[in-house]
């Protein structure tokens, strides 16, 4: 079987046992910044197994991208040199939230290898490990299973604390966690390699296929195991792997997947195609590239960015070592959408702009690479030892671009290692220059830590009663609020719209008696918003009894720059091509601002053809429509939603002037595009490599930019003594006769330096 064909019929298998099927989610996180990148299949699903999200189904399935590069799980240094490390990677995974159990969930794994029908693959090479003391799981498996107790394997505590086991999976030091038990094929006795469990385990004879978690305790801080009352199921079996095993290869890059892969990436970079270490680095990173750029992540010098920089620059060094001769990588990406676009269209949907980012830091990077390996070679020649220098290493970063693990390959290749530590001083001496300019003060309203939840009645109002439920002071819960202090106040409900989406918080005022609390902002922690301000008059307690009163001006003029900030993406979209996403923006009742990802200036008539869009948009008039769907429906509308953001299985779709503009959105907007009157873009400009700026006003603050404007051409005008309408021809004959003074004036100092002279 191909690749393709067991991700389709694992995905099958479990749709059979009425499990929903779930897209993959993206590589980067929805609101988690605990994960630099989604590495399992549970990722998406955390909330539900925390109890803390309810969807419409108890069962899914998934085939979940995963990038391992970068924090506690990073692959990068062995991929390459090893059968089964890559930076991406695919999870297959099953999950139940609080449905079935172990006995279901062993018998679906038993099924899906063994049968005729799935994977048919030979009960006699499967192997079985389970926790020590999971007595439960160990019945099952030789009881009603029927695995003979030779391939069975209890393992115990084996990294030195309780419950620190390969079979007992943890969540973090508190929380869900359980015992697991992992099925793993038998290569055969040609291969060296002893059972799990034995001092050879880490051969490459027993490979482990398929990990079944059971989320049945949660463990307390202090250490105790308490039963939960619904328990769950995770697994994840990594398609790589099992494809491998079905293929009778003993490497993932053997695969069919990888074959292709590594076949395109040889031609790239004209060399034979005889799976060497470094065409295995360039075939595998082009997949961890290609879908990191497809989910919106853009090369730079800090966090996911310089993940991604850090794999393409070790690609581009691989090829470089096998003799790639200017750039290649970025000829790639068409292998790769062919092996994996129909799996994963967001690959095929932004081909055009995957190979562009790569192509532009290539030859970014091609520019430094030379020089830069001049200078290790130098420093390697006059190495005493076998260390290669923290401040060498440190050298190649900051003056060439080599990040810390290249340069570690190179020196792995010459049997040296890198002075990691001394690196890392290096650097925070850097951090520490780059700081001493700057000092900020703590703002302690945002430590504010808060169970209670709001309602949010602002879609409809922007007056109403609330009652107090809580209060805070430089962070710490208080009783009262008296006159002249500055807190947080957190109400049952609220019709303030609380900072999301580049939307700014709203402003105004509460109100009891002749006590009124002056809200200066308002954000959100967990399901709780949070009203920044000061007391203004009189005290404020828990359990008051308010009247709420949001600034409507401002509330109505941020929203149409808000729905202005639709209409412009969309614009961009269609003047600039669909890989423009949005990276950020700020929207006050001032302007707004949109950060976007593209590679180059916009030019003078792109922006015209902008602002033509999205106003012509406006003149249309059209009702803006909201939406409460579900997110699979959302999507198949064509919705666009915001990077990094996490969205439940219910959404809010906005839509305007048909389906011009189609978002998920929560934030407050116009009831009408024409609302908006006008737009005007004063500003553009590039912030970050790839992403680039456009500032912009609307409504009166358009009116008022493009009369002032006006005012300047008509006193422009005056000073030549023309009118609006011939001030260019006015202008240009200042300019000609200036330019005529110049020279005859350039003429008589030479006349009168020439007579000087004589």
Not at 650 to 658: A, E, H, P, Q, T
Request: charged content about 25%; aromatic content about 8%; overall charge negative.
């Amino acid at each position: 079987m191909k690749s393709a064909e067991i991700r389709e019929a694992f995905l099958r298998f479990f749709e059979e046992q009425g499990h929903t099927r779930v897209a993959s989610s993206s590589l980067i996180p929805g609101n988690d910044p605990t994960l630099l990148f989604t590495n399992a299949g549970m990722n998406q699903f955390k909330d539900c197994f925390l109890g803390q999200e309810k969807r419409a189904y108890t069962r899914a399935v998934s085939s979940q991208k995963c990038v391992r590069a970068g924090g506690k799980h990073n692959d990068l240094e062995n991929v390459g040199y090893t059968a089964r490390h890559h930076t991406f990677f695919e999870m297959l995974g099953n999950f139940s939230f609080g449905d079935y159990f172990k006995r279901d969930a062993i018998t679906y794994a038993w099924n899906f290898l063994t049968s005729e029908k799935w994977l048919n693959l030979p009960q006699e090479k499967l192997w079985v490990t389970v926790y020590a003391s999971d007595d439960e799981a160990y019945d099952i498996w030789t009881k009603d299973i029927g695995v003979p107790a030779e391939r069975m394997v209890r393992i115990g505590d084996n990294k030195g604390a309780p419950y620190a086991s390969d079979n007992f999976w943890t969540m973090g030091d508190t929380g869900p966690c359980g015992p697991c038990t992992e099925i793993f094929y038998d290569h055969g006795a040609d291969i060296w390699g002893g059972p799990p469990g034995s001092p050879e385990e880490d051969g490459d004879r027993y490979i482990e296929i398929w990990n079944n978690v059971f989320m049945q305790f949660n463990r307390t801080a202090d250490g105790v195991l308490h039963p939960l009352p619904a328990p769950s199921v995770d697994t994840g079996m990594g398609l790589e792997r099992i494809s491998a095993v079905l293929q009778h290869v003993h490497s993932n890059y053997e695969i069919d997947l990888f074959q292709s892969l590594l076949s395109a990436s040889a031609k790239a970079i004209g060399c034979t195609n005889d799976a060497q270490a470094s065409l295995k680095v360039v075939a595998d990173h082009i997949r961890s590239c290609g879908f990191l750029i497809a989910d919106g992540v853009l090369p730079s010098n800090e966090g996911r960015g310089y993940v991604l920089r850090r794999i393409i620059r070790r690609a581009c060094r691989h090829g470089n070592k096998l003799g790639a001769k200017g750039s290649f990588f970025y000829q790639i990406v068409a292998a790769l959408v062919a092996e994996m676009g129909e799996a994963f269209p967001e690959l095929k949907s932004q081909q055009a702009h995957i190979e562009r980012v790569l192509k532009a830091e290539e030859e970014q990077f091609a520019k430094t690479l030379e020089q830069g390996l001049k200078i290790l070679e130098q420093d390697l020649a006059e190495l005493k030892g076998d260390v290669v220098p923290g401040d060498v290493v440190f050298k190649l970063y900051d003056t060439y671009g080599f990040p810390m693990d290249l340069t570690g390959d190179i020196a792995r290749e010459r049997s040296l290692t890198i002075d990691e530590e001394g690196f890392e001083r290096e650097m925070e001496a850097q951090r520490v220059r780059a700081r001493s300019a700057s000092s900020f003060g703590m703002d302690y309203n945002s430590l504010v830590k808060v169970d209670v939840a709001t309602e949010f009645t602002g879609y409809e109002a922007t007056k109403g009663s609330a009652k107090v439920v809580g209060l805070y002071k430089d962070g710490q819960s208080v009783d009262v609020l008296s006159e002249g202090e500055e807190g947080v106040v957190v109400l049952n409900q609220t019709p303030f719209y609380a900072e999301s989406g580049g939307q700014i918080g709203d402003c105004g005022f509460l109100q009891v008696g002749n006590a009124r609390f002056d809200v200066r902002d308002t954000t959100k922690t967990g399901g709780a918003f949070l009203h920044h301000g000061v007391q203004a008059s009189g005290s404020l307690t828990i359990g008051a009894p308010v009247e709420t009163h949001v600034d409507a001006e401002v509330r109505h003029a941020t929203s149409l720059n808000h729905s202005a900030t639709h209409l412009l993406h969309a614009a961009l979209r269609q003047v600039l091509g669909d890989h423009v996403q949005q990276k950020g923006s700020l929207v006050d009742s001032q302007r707004l601002r949109f950060d976007f990802s593209h590679f180059e200036a916009i030019k003078p008539e792109q922006l015209k053809a902008l602002e033509d869009i999205v106003n012509a948009e406006i003149r249309k008039n059209s009702a803006v429509e909201t939406e409460e769907t579900d997110i699979e429906t959302a999507k198949q509308k064509g919705a666009m939603a915001l990077f990094g953001e996490k969205y439940g299985d219910n959404v809010r779709v906005l839509s305007m002037g048909g389906n011009f503009s189609v978002e998920l959105c929560g934030g407050i907007h116009a009831n009408r595009t024409g609302d908006i009157g006008l737009l005007k873009i004063i500003s553009e400009g590039g912030v970050a490599s790839g992403v680039r700026r456009i500032e912009a006003i609307t409504g009166a603050a358009a009116l008022a930019y493009l009369n002032a404007a006006e005012e300047q051409l008509k006193e422009a005008a005056n000073l030549v003594k023309g009118s609006r309408d011939n001030l260019i021809d006015k202008l240009s004959a200042v300019l000609e006769r200036n330019r005529l003074l110049e020279k005859q004036l350039e003429q008589l100092q030479a006349k009168a330096a020439s007579a000087a002279g004589g």
